[in-house]
């Protein structure tokens, strides 16, 4: 089973940037973020395959990009003109074979996750 571990996470207003990044003990084919505010079903926020093909929700298209970096086993999620409704808890997940879709349920590993917190 890989491990996961998310940091980069914290505090800004409005407009701020950060970047997130999942370190892997291992390689996983497709590694992805999701977020989850408390009562709310965690969201898929975008995804990148083994061929660094990436998909996003529609609510980050713009803002936000994913990357990684193959050697390192590192994935980064860039957030660029963050909204207070950005703020949640951000997980790493991953999953050994093709993408799917983005949905938490098709995803097997999962990091302990980082807060985000966007200010008005």
């Known amino acids: 089973q890989v491990q996961l571990v998310e940091s980069g996470g914290g505090s800004v207003q409005a407009g701020g940037s950060l970047r997130l990044s999942c370190a892997a003990s291992?390689?996983?084919?497709?590694m992805g973020w999701f977020r989850q505010t408390p009562g709310k079903e965690r969201e898929g926020v975008a995804q990148?395959?083994?061929?660094?093909?990436?998909i996003y929700v529609d609510s980050v298209k713009g803002r936000f990009a994913i990357s990684r970096d193959n050697v390192k086993d590192i994935v980064y999620l860039q957030m660029n003109s963050l909204k207070p409704e950005d703020t949640a808890m951000y997980y790493c997940?991953?999953?050994?074979?093709?993408?799917?879709?983005?949905?938490?349920?098709?995803?097997?590993?999962w990091g302990q996750g980082t807060q985000v917190t966007v200010s008005s």
């Open positions: 291992g390689y996983r084919r497709c």
């Open positions: 990148i395959e083994g061929d660094d093909s990436t």
């Open positions: 997940a991953g999953r050994s074979g093709v993408c799917a879709a983005l949905w938490s349920g098709s995803y097997t590993s």
